[in-house]
């Protein structure tokens, strides 16, 4: 019979320092008895944890708390400059960043334009929209902890390429997480933006709760994203989710066209192809999500108008629908959450359709959601696992640094 290893008191004071730290998160400031009943802990052993962290750095007096019988209290906080990460959210034509420090609070945002870069200039791009969103918030790029990159495509773990992101030139160089880590200066990671999405979802929006979910994000271009058992699934070369270039009915195939022009999934349900069954049916917009707003608020109306803009939404739903069969035949998901701009502007009239259209295509019936996330989900989504990596990098290492200022 194997006994039970007994915990050393380095190791309990790990563990009572990150649960001390995680309440902290969640519960904003606290006096020493208020964290002693939230983690279960002796007064004594409250305080010598406070001290401790105190002197790592990583928590802060907060005021007193005043007005209360008997003395007036300490207030304790997470030190928010313990640690800063950055996100960025890269497109063909720009590259969205924002800082938060170490509690998720976003200290600074910056936008900076990339349209028609083509050069091998992707550490300069980098550094520039770092620089321009960490400037406001009085630090440098090489003082941020980590950064997340979101993009539309996915780097291959065995080559260290970037794949599926033809769209967006200059950034299909050699180990390209290594190239920025080493030119930047900070620990660097790149991860698909769908993915991004979906995280923020499970962490915030129509996913919290579930471990088995896709979210199928529509826009210009058309991907998903896959969370099973709690766990995004990448694929063997990152791909998973990259559901643009899946054969489906009445679509062009590679085979048919060639593996750089339009087929599969995203000839049928794209951007353009969106715009292209809207105008048949007399639906116009200057971009695809516009032109489903329009068809929305046509199909509210009566008479031939209000009827051909029902029979586009139906026409559309049924082939998102036909890609999400495939996807649910496979996955089996609890749910599946609807993003991107067309999706979202279809709102909760697209949202029932695809729902019922689906649901005639598959025997598994997941319910069906919208987006639940405000402002941009890709960077919120690559904040927070920036700030997840961090943070277990930073309260891990509270009893083995004798100091992390």
Known sequence: MTRPIAGTPSLLRAINDRAALMVLLERGPLTRPELGV??????????????????????????IREGLPGRTAELYRINPRAAHVAALDVTPARINAAVADVTGAVVAEHRLTTPGRTGGDVVERVRAALTGACGPAGLDPTELSRVVVGIGGAVDPSTGRLGYAAHIPGWHIPDLIGTLRDGIGVPIDVENDVNLVAQAERSRGSARGHQDYVLLWADEGIGAALVIGGRLHRGATGGAGEVGYMPVAGAPTARDVGRRANHGFQALSGGPAVLALLRAHGVRGSTPSRAVRNAVALAGRGGPDGESAREALRDLAGRL?????????????????????????????????????????????????????????????????????????????????????
Do not use: C, W, Y
Request: aromatic share 0%; glycine share 10%.
């Open 321 to 405: 629908a036909l890609g999400l069969a495939a996807i649910t035949a496979v996955v089996d998901p609890e749910i599946v959450v609807l993003s991107g701009g067309v999706l979202l502007a279809g709102g909760k009239v697209l949202r029932e359709t695809v729902e019922r259209e689906l649901h005639t295509l598959t025997i598994p019936r997941p319910r069906v959601l919208l987006s639940a996330l405000e402002g941009n989900p890709v960077l919120a989504g690559a904040l927070d696992l920036a700030l997840g990596a961090v943070r277990e990098e930073l309260f891990g290492a509270v009893n083995t640094s004798p100091s992390m200022r």
């Open 38 to 63: 939230l983690t279960g802990l002796s007064k004594p052993t409250a305080s010598q944890l406070l001290a401790r962290l105190q002197e790592a750095g990583l928590v802060v007096l907060d005021g």
